[in-house]
């Protein structure tokens, strides 16, 4: 508030980069959200949108099955995707616990999965090669310690009556909720060998909300890093004055046009398949392949990851919608992520001309065009390049494409492109500088 900052942990600037270097490199991950809520079907706050109690939650809870849940089947089609990462929900909102935590009966192992599955997901991805992550919900609507507040399924109608919410949070004990989210995230960072993410969601500080001081987030923070020193935690947890300790910002749902705003910072893009992240079986606003291109490809090239998230069904198995999605995604990285890894927004010098967009690897000094309109005309002038590149060609065959340094004073390229537009729904073009 006063603008003070103060230093969590003793870390460099330099050292942080060096810690973060897997993750802004990767630039994709895969979000899974999965809990009680993909019973419902009907997206993942519906016990807060529908303002069930716990009693009537149970049923979802009695008929967990989950008999089709192959974590190795997920982490093959994240790794064909292209995804480096991926962040499961230990816990949602609704207080389940995938994982088998010594701090509650409200568990995977209690149901009829009778397992741990947060284990079987971090074994399944690790062997595929791909960095693990949890989310875990600051928030739970479930435990009896949890006060009911203003985000709450069971606040009361007149969501500003403070004399309604003290009435309603008789016997009910933030500190000793405040425990128990310690414990479980201490589980957390200590049963499952080296976890590379934790992503804590979400703070609402002010009246009737929470903030650091009820989730006891700078002690949180210190032993989250001192029993994980190399984990990347994201920035929900408000740290306050100590903000400098999260690593990363998490733009959520936000269009790809407003991306351009977080350059030079550190961040990630969280955004789904359809709007809701539990699985919602009726949703009809599934983005097409193009509109989930856009999501990537508008996240590199301003320097920055995005995690897409699959909601899987209670059966425990990716929809098909959820499927075609990442074969398409799958079909298109195979053929241009060098493209995507390692790769951030362009130097100045370089502008994207109308109806493309670029990305850059400063490693290889090679410049991505990604043509989201492709040149009816065969060819597109690119201003300010001339003299600068050395060779172009098509990433996903590497086949060469012929340009012309302008011959007047205006610093124009020409670059020629067949016909003939590669199979694919953005193509891109790989440019080799000087
Ligand atoms: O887990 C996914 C979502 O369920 C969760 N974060 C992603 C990763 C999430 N859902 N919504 N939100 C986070 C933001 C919610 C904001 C609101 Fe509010 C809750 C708007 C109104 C109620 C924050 C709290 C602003 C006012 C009160």
Excluded at 69 to 91: E, H, I, Q
Excluded at 98 to 110: E, I, M, R
Aim: glycine share 6%; with cysteine.
């Amino acid at each position: 508030v006063n603008g003070q900052t103060k230093k969590l942990f003793n870390e460099t600037a330099a050292q942080k980069q060096q810690r973060m270097k897997w993750w802004t490199d990767a630039r994709f991950g895969m979000f899974i959200h999965w809990g009680l809520y993909s019973l419902a079907a009907r997206h993942e706050w519906v016990k807060n949108h529908e303002r069930l109690s716990n009693e009537q939650y149970q049923k979802y809870f009695d008929e967990f099955d989950p008999d089709h849940f192959d974590p190795k089947a997920w982490a093959r089609k994240a790794k064909a995707a292209g995804m480096k990462y991926a962040v499961l929900t230990s816990k949602h909102h609704e207080g389940f616990c995938l994982f088998d935590s010594k701090y509650t009966d409200y568990k995977a192992p209690n149901t009829q999965a009778h397992r741990d599955l947060v284990r079987e997901f971090v074994d399944a991805f690790r062997a595929e090669g791909i960095k693990v992550g949890f989310y875990y919900s600051l928030i739970d609507w479930h435990h009896p310690d949890f006060p009911i507040d203003r985000v709450h399924p069971l606040r009361p109608k007149d969501e500003k009556d403070s004399a309604a919410y003290a009435r309603l949070n008789k016997g009910r004990d933030m500190a000793k909720y405040r425990e128990y989210l310690h414990n479980q995230v201490r589980e957390l960072m200590t049963n499952y060998g080296k976890i590379d993410i934790l992503w804590l969601d979400f703070s609402y500080p002010g009246q009737f909300g929470k903030g650091k001081d009820d989730w006891g987030s700078v002690e949180l923070l210190k032993m989250v890093r001192r029993l994980q020193p190399g984990i990347i935690v994201d920035n929900r947890a408000d740290l306050g004055e100590y903000a400098d300790g999260a690593d990363f910002e998490t733009p959520e749902q936000v269009k790809p046009e407003t991306l351009e705003k977080y350059r030079g910072k550190t961040w990630e893009t969280c955004q789904t398949f359809s709007g809701s992240w539990g699985y919602y079986r009726d949703e009809t606003s599934w983005k097409t392949h193009r509109q989930l291109l856009d999501l990537l490809i508008s996240s590199v090239s301003n320097g920055g990851n995005l995690i897409l998230n699959v909601g899987p069904t209670a059966r425990g198995e990716f929809d098909y919608r959820a499927d075609n999605a990442l074969d398409s995604l799958a079909y298109w990285m195979h053929a241009n992520n060098r493209a995507i890894y390692h790769c951030t927004y362009a130097p100045e010098t370089f502008k994207a001309p109308a109806g493309t967009k670029l990305s850059y690897n400063p490693d290889t000094r090679r410049l991505y065009l990604f043509l989201f309109d492709y040149p009816e005309n065969g060819s597109l002038l690119l201003p300010g390049y001339k003299g600068k590149i050395k060779y172009a060609q098509f990433l996903n065959d590497d086949s060469e494409l012929l340009f012309k340094d302008g011959d007047d004073n205006s610093g124009d390229l020409t670059l020629t492109v067949p016909k003939l537009k590669p199979p694919y729904d953005i193509p891109v073009v790989e440019l080799i500088l000087k």
